[in-house]
């Protein structure tokens, strides 16, 4: 298999992406990687490591998309950015992965208009899978698409429970529909219409789930438009981190806190842990013609390994394929 | 001041209003509360107090008016509950105030149809005040409006404003209007549309903020459809009490967890108390002909004392005038 890293996206880029790749390749003598971004600085950083050279070869993108551009205009524009050379990498099938922790929005614009659309798919989604405190979830979508038609948010469904089925080896996976309030009538219009699409749609829909419960991972796929999933997520990150930084504050504020503190080291490290993004991969971008898989800003090289690793995993389940036969399903409801 | 206090609404109903109301008189002798509910209950417990039984009146409500209920429903159909007969108490002008602790739904809706919106104000908001890391803030609207149009969300604003200003005292409190990203350009229709209205209506408005900013504080007034603003506070809710579950059984299953557990106690108490929704009183709904507050479903005597502490504030800073007067400033904007 062969992916394409993005060797300037993210933060730590391109050390963190590198790494990845090598550790990766330690594991898995059947990968093969094409990192994209300017040759001396890649080569450079390639040269720190004694890897099998057939492994990894670069391709030279003298442009980097920062975080700050217009993601359209950076995508239309910087043709020579390692976003974009890496995208095209997957495009004209010369590899069959591409990883990427740069800027989300121009990740996702790249993604439709390069590598485009699988057919029958409106509207491909952006699908983090989430630590919660029984399982991990997943919330489809959290970006892409601001707005959304019922259809859209029935074909995230579907695409929410193939992957959750393969790559999660979670069967007949729960799917609830975001909502403000349990009861089918609660909601927008856009809820009160998509209720009616899942419920018909065979899959195992538990009905609406109300934010409060998402964190608890009792439903496996979270099903909402891009403003609200995108709105979740950030509640969940930004709600963790305050509250930690409250704890922390406070555990330093007295003596005893700090006696507490040293006590409740490990548990702290055991909660830190399960709260790990990096431990899912990245977010992969459902309902594309190829594996497209945004890795979090702040990817370390772990981070990047499990992002290779879910490359793998995806290719190796078919869930593209599985797509567009399952598609066929829900045509009629569609 | 004349309080209409719905005696069954809530969790604690009628044992905690009452206590509250009680509470309230030892503290300001002005007060006169008017409780409906059941007339044997309500009188049954009241009968445990000592109190000057001039400043509590009964209206029998022989209805009540449940969670599960639709709310338009209920509020039509049962003009015989607690909640029907306080509002109207307001509608009448026989109570400058009502404060309610049960079903969100019905109390809005009854507030809507039967204490009725300001003239000019299109559609009354939710908006409770949250705990934050630096400070508390407002999100308005939690849930009254799931659709909303751009000059919604201006008048959400300037009432959040207004209500900021005089109740909390904080002088030009900051706006900011949640979205998925910080640029002018992001996020939905309905955020593109809202942006410029907000920047050109002479209040304080920093921009976009990141549901992800919410919980520091640092912004006052988080302005945002009543979708958005519900899953922006059932988010928070649902990660803190998740997060301090997860917490609470890592410290019990270690021993060292265990000891330091004992020495974070007064810290644990220390967040508890901080986060505690009870300080601020209930949500208010702005923008009804009336001084309208929602109590939490799980208040104690205490938030309900805190909420009729509210009322007085809200009655004598002539909060409901000051909209009226504020609305013209921004007419030509919208």
Redesign the interface.
Known sequence: MIIAVDGMGGDFAPVEAIAGCIDALKENNDLNFIITGPEEIINKELGKYNYDKSKISVVDAKEVISLNE?PVMAIRKKKDSSLVKALNLVKEKKADAIISAGST?AFMAGSLFIVGRIKGIDRPALAPIMP??NAPFMVIDV?AN??CKPKNLLQFALMGKIYFEKILNINNPSIGL?N??VEE?K???LTKSTYPLLKESGMNFVGNV???????GKVNILVCD???G???L??????????F???KT??M??L??K??????K??FK??KK?FNYKEYGGAAFLGVEGICVKAHGASDKIAFKNAIRQCVNFRNNNIIEDIKEELIKINDIQ
């Open positions: 217009s929005g919660g405190r970006g601001a707005e975001v403000i309030g009538e909601g927008n219009e109300e934010p409060r419960d998402i964190p608890t891009g403003f609200v995108n709105t979740v950030k509640m969940y990150e930004g709600t963790a981190s305050n509250l930084e409250i704890i406070e555990i504020g007295s005893s806190g006696i507490g503190g040293l006590f409740l490990s548990v055991n909660i399960k």
